[in-house]
């Protein structure tokens, strides 16, 4: 799995398909990447006028540059026809919810490819990212974060989670799986996606902006969010800012300095810093010239 290019994103933020005043003004929204539903936001009636306008929509919402994902439904005859729908060149990937187990994954790559070799495109333009919101398929939270080469992203779900498990979605009753599942994605190369706590709340707040901070502390990637509001919040939790950036800097400075001299141990700001210190810095400074 090394070796992969991940995307470089802060915020993803869902906008139902088939919604057209959303779908205009998503690409307003600042969003690092915009998901195009077609599953819990859009009902079982509308689900095929949804599917049959997700290619329009791919275009107005990808815009301005953001990266254009589609979720599917879970269900597979659905699924087989999201797939057929959503595959082209505007779209860089799929979201996949509900994942059962790493076959689960590799049986909708399987129908992606023969969907990209019909459209001409190159195998493996579609990128995967994983939602598991299950407690069974917790179990397999390794094996999915390594089931395939298109996954660049997974998260383990709020509300549908909680609801498996008859628990309230905090960030009690979420943190353990959250984090074997971002320990399972960063053990397989790929980005922690998600918040300690549920993203259907739209309010901002001390509390929400404390939460988008220590799920970044903790070291998740990046975030979707349901409402624009969330955007800018998540880009600043998620981004590193320009005191980071700076401090990094000089931190990467620091240390190279050392280097030079035959040291890979050297004093900054006060304390000793090494070789991990300079990667987290490196990293950083990686992530804020892709953003």
Known sequence: ???????????????????????????????DAIIL?????????EKAAARTGVAAAAQTVGQAGAD??????????????????????????????????PEHVRLLAEVVTAREVALGLPVGHTRFVALV???????QLNAIARSDARLVAMAVGGEDLATDLDAE???????????????????????????????????????????LHRSRALGFACASCVHPAQVPLLNQ?????????EKARRLVATYEAGLAHGTGAVLFDGAMIDKPVAERAYRLLARASAA
């Open 1 to 31: 799995m090394a070796g992969r290019t991940l995307p470089a994103w802060r915020s993803l933020m869902f906008c139902p398909a088939n919604a057209q005043r959303f779908v205009a003004k998503a690409h307003t929204r600042g969003a």
């Open 37 to 45: 539903d077609l599953e819990d936001s859009v009902g079982t009636d």
């Open 68 to 101: 254009v994902l589609v979720r599917i439904n879970r269900e597979l005859h659905w699924a087989v026809e999201d797939i057929a729908a959503a595959v082209g060149s505007a779209v860089s990937g799929l979201v996949l919810p509900k994942v059962m187990g």
């Open 133 to 139: 919101e299950s407690a069974a398929a917790l179990e």
């Open 169 to 211: 979605p905090s960030a009690d009753s979420l943190y353990v799986a959250k984090m074997l599942g971002l320990h399972a994605a960063r053990a397989a190369g790929i980005l922690p996606m998600g918040v300690l706590a549920s993203v259907a709340g739209v309010v901002d707040s001390e509390p929400y902006r404390a939460m």
């Open 237 to 245: 939790a998620f981004g590193p800012s320009a005191a980071e950036q």
